[in-house]
């Protein structure tokens, strides 16, 4: 079992944890992800590891499935099942110097630990951050304290510019470049802010987060289209050339069990 | 007295079959068991024993069933085999100690997989355990995964006295007992009593450990100071078909799917929040046990017709013969000499299956005649398809352990069963690829064996 340190709720619909576990902590790196089982049943769920701090892993989820919904109602001092890691390949850190970071959503959490380390490198860092208003966005003061440059845009606009990420990248770019881009968030805004860059001449490294079983290779389920040829996410992956995915491939494998989703989901109101 | 015909095993309704995953072999009671032992000749020059991967003394085991000292015999059995409820389940005995045995040239084989599979049983029924004492090495080695070939290297290893820790990556014990094969075939319970006896000689076991990411062989060397390794970590890396539609949503590897079932028990959804779903019409690919696990296991959770599509012809499937049985019993459509060629779909989602119809030619390397392409396709509609094609080496020891020495399909290299890393040692299908049960217990006793040598060797 895996005791739960520490509990943030970030919104309503976001939460942190810092869970206790020594063998994932020991060897982890930004970009290492971890899977989790709530109870004896559960389903193995992976999560970006946000940070590390001696045995403690620090991780953010969406309560949007039932799994995360359920993770969402312990509280310090409870336990999880299962709690497995650090997975997958250490975030590829590129030597350019002006880094941009995009975040959709909860997407700022996986981004985190990528952005400091550039930070962390020397590297001059620009975020910018979106979610649907101001209580989605989440990270925002953490990031403050390293970031050379901050944008915000909101849906409804209740902060920063009110629109997408794609909307305040547009702007910058008629102003600004940018040697390198990292984006993380929702499968349809990877894709767009992708498309985007492609045309500024910005490569665009994402993290990709399939539907995953083991974590380690075996089963398949995490596959992903990279220029044509078939990766593992969770062991070849996250992190992958953005270019290259086939990101409508993996929206549908990605909702291929949204109304299984939705029953398990019933069972908890 | 030779007699010619064996005592058939009970096995499930067929009916009852299609609904649930209940075991469908239900083996001997002792009246059935005795019947059949009486059809052993007890050769002076036993074929079986010779043809058995762990060389089972059968001869004298079955003689102790007809003697009535079922103690006696599991205890007799133990010494080559510690998991006889298993290995009696799951091994292609066909083609081992039954395909030698001298009653099968004018008849039926005795069946000494059913023979063995009752002693077993009768063991865990009762609670046998052999009272042994374990004289304490106080050296520490460690067991990565807990497959077969973990579970044996343990128990060998833990017999020799050392203090034995077993890493598994998964959040359950038994490698691919647990995750591949079915409860129809190999209930789980019988692998959870397994595992407990080898805890309670003393075995630790610690789940949810990646080697060479929780921990890596470097750190179990030199920070957890095992003097000695054994890597046990299978072949769990699915082959893939290489065409086209391959990625579509419907498409599973069999590993994939048999995980999520046996596993994660998505058969029992919602209960179990892991979801499944194979619809009315399934085409598995393949022709060994692992396809016949999947295709039976689609027809349990409610699919209407599945097929097995299969390169080469009937003669030619790899699986076990009494697998290749159920599944016919069971309305699994075989349809032979069919090659896949690409997977169709419609918004990513499977939908058909393309298949070039094959003939068979001269015989290949492996014996057996080589399937050749006529030119002539078949499209069969679809709502799943399930791959099972067999299985590489599981990448990530490889991966992330610089030392460690692969051939091209990943396979790791050993001389004596040890691997290219000084005292780490290597069996079971991450060294064979994709083998049976019985051959990586043996090969994880041998290393056992190697292991012990060595750490001797060291302490001089
Ligand atoms: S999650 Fe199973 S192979 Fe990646």
New binding site residues.
Partial sequence: MYEIISKKVLNKDVDLMQIKAPLVAKNAKPGHFI?LRVDENGERI?LTITEVSDDLVTIIYQKLGFSTRLLGKLQVGDSISDFVGPLGKASHIVNEHKIIGVAGGVGAAPLFPQLKEYKRLGKHVTLVIGARSKEHIILLDDYKEFCDEIYIATDNGSLGQKGFVTDVLQTLYQTHTYDHAIAIGPLVMMKSTVELNKKHGIKTDVSLN??????????????VSIGGKTF????DGPDFPGEEVDFDELIARQSYYKDEEHICNLGLE | MIIKDKVKMPVLNKKIRQTNFEEVACGYDIELAKLEAKRCLDCKNPKCIAACPVQVPIPEFIKLILEDKLDEAYYKIYEDNILPAICGRVCPQEKQCEGACIVGIKGDSVSIGALERFIGDYALDNDLSKNETIIEKNIKVAVIGSGPAGLSASASLRRLGYDVTVYEALHDFGGVLKYGIPDFRLPKNIVTTEINKLRTMGVKFEKNVIIGKSITIDQLLNEYNYQSIFLGTGAG??SSLKIKGENFSGVYYA??FL?RVNLMKSHTFPKNPTPVKVGDNVAVVGGGNVAMDAARTAKRLGAKNVFILYRRDMDALPARLEEIHHAIEEGIDFRLLKNPVELIGDKYIVKQVKCEIMELGEPDKSGRRRPIGTNKYEIIDIDSCIISIGQLPNPILRESTDKLDVDDWGRIKTNVHMTSIDGVFAGGDVVSGAATVILAMGAGKEAAVEMDKYIQSKKQ
């Fill in positions: 899977i992976p399939p539907i995953m079983i083991d974590g380690t290779g075996m089963c398949g389920n995490c596959r593992f996410a969770c062991v | 890396l699915p590993n994939e995980t």
